[in-house]
Antibody, heavy 122, light 110 residues
Framework: DVQLLESGGGRVQPGGSLRLSCVAS????????AGWVRQAPGKGLEWVSG????????LYADSVKGRFSISRENAQNSIFMNMSSLRSDDTATYYC???????????????WGQGSPVTVSS | QSVLTQPPSASGTPGQRVTISCSGS????????VYWYQQFPGTAPKVLIY???QRPSGVPDRFSGSKSGTSASLAISGLRSEDEADYYC???????????FGTGTKLTVL
């Protein structure tokens, strides 16, 4: 079975940094792009970032461009997201997602992790 | 900020058919596939419909999707109490070079 397990969430002050990790299992990791979707408390879903199976293509939502950086380590079946210059509106549950295709463009998220909560507050 | 517009709520009685609309633009729904996700409180979303009208294995055929122009719809027939959840449409947006989600619809089974 495909599983995605996030870690690294927590509470951080505005302007601070945090690193999210996601370990995947149950499939050939390099055959699929992966990324992150977030959901603020009581709000809807927002796509954040995606990275291709090889790691050479990365995409970001405008709301996080320049502040967040996605990467992957295929030998560890893991993706990461380094988040910096965090703001209160980054407070959300961050879901690790598997993309259906090897590229992170024009496809869909066929598996989701259980989510890692991030709170940005002083 | 969501780019795709959905009604905030929908409701029906058991056995009824309900539809949820999703309105977008030429850069997203008008030129790309639409996907639908179902989310129960406190849990992660799961894909319900892909490529406008395809169901993943395990999704009952009571759920169906359609697309016309810059709008899409999710229909649920034979409504059941366990269908009570939040539903989101989504699509790739060529102008933004990213994914956009709908505003979400909370379905209540009366």
């Amino acid at each position: 079975d495909v599983q995605l397990l996030e870690s690294g969430g927590g509470r951080v002050q505005p302007g601070g940094s945090l690193r999210l990790s996601c370990v995947a299992s149950g499939y050939t990791f390099t055959f699929h792009a992966a990324g992150w979707v977030r959901q603020a408390p009581g709000k809807g879903l927002e796509w954040v970032s995606g990275i291709s199976g090889s790691g050479d293509v990365t995409l970001y939502a405008d709301s996080v461009k320049g502040r967040f950086s996605i990467s992957r380590e295929n030998a560890q079946n893991s993706i990461f997201m380094n988040m910096s210059s965090l703001r209160s509106d980054d407070t959300a549950t961050y879901y690790c997602v598997r993309f259906r295709s090897v590229l992170p463009t024009a496809t869909y998220f066929d598996y989701w992790g259980q989510g890692s909560p991030v709170t940005v507050s002083s | 900020q969501s780019v795709l517009t959905q009604p905030p709520s929908a409701s029906g009685t058991p056995g009824q058919r309900v539809t949820i609309s999703c309105s977008g633009s030429n850069s997203n729904i008008g030129s790309n596939n639409v996907y639908w996700y179902q989310q129960f409180p406190g849990t992660a979303p799961k894909v319900l419909i892909y490529r406008n009208n395809q169901r993943p294995s395990g999704v009952p055929d009571r759920f169906s999707g359609s697309k016309s122009g810059t709008s899409a719809s999710l229909a649920i027939s034979g409504l059941r109490s366990e269908d009570e959840a939040d539903y989101y449409c989504a699509a790739w947006d060529d102008r933004l070079s990213g994914y956009v989600f709908g505003t979400g619809t909370k379905l209540t089974v009366l």
